[in-house]
């Protein structure tokens, strides 16, 4: 079992900048991938990017490309996910997933995903 609490949401104008952090307790998580997703209102929950157990791969869904930077601490068991040039159209609620065991084919499917934090909000005003 794995628990994971996400912080570091909030408001922030356009271009600005959040970092999220997801904190995991429980078995070793240097041995899980690790994702975050995003849920608008109304929308169905989206990939944003994921991250391989040691954090020498990472994915990113095209619009966040060049703006969002994953990265993972295993010591502090911390997964982090920096957004800059923030838009209005990232605004969401952004979750925080695990898995033991990931085809990286299906890194983007929700589904491919065992355990979720309860979210954050990230509101970015235009």
């Known amino acids: 079992q794995v628990q994971l609490v996400e912080s570091g949401g909030g408001l922030v104008q356009a271009g600005g900048s959040l970092r999220l952090s997801c904190v995991a307790s429980?078995?070793?998580?240097?041995?899980?991938?690790l994702a975050w997703f995003r849920q608008a209102p109304g929308k169905d929950r989206e990939f944003v990017s994921a991250i391989t157990r040691s954090g020498g791969i990472t994915t990113y869904t095209d619009s966040v490309k060049g703006r969002f930077t994953i990265s993972r601490d295993n010591a502090k068991n911390t997964v982090y996910l920096q957004m800059n040039s923030l838009k209005p159209e990232d605004t969401a609620v952004y979750y925080c997933?695990?898995?033991?065991?990931?085809?990286?084919?299906?890194?983007?499917?929700?589904?491919?995903?065992?355990?979720w934090g309860q979210g954050t909000q990230v509101t970015v005003s235009s």
């Open positions: 997933a695990a898995t033991s065991s990931l085809r990286w084919v299906d890194v983007r499917a929700p589904t491919s995903y065992d355990y």
């Open positions: 429980g078995r070793t998580t240097g041995t899980y991938f």
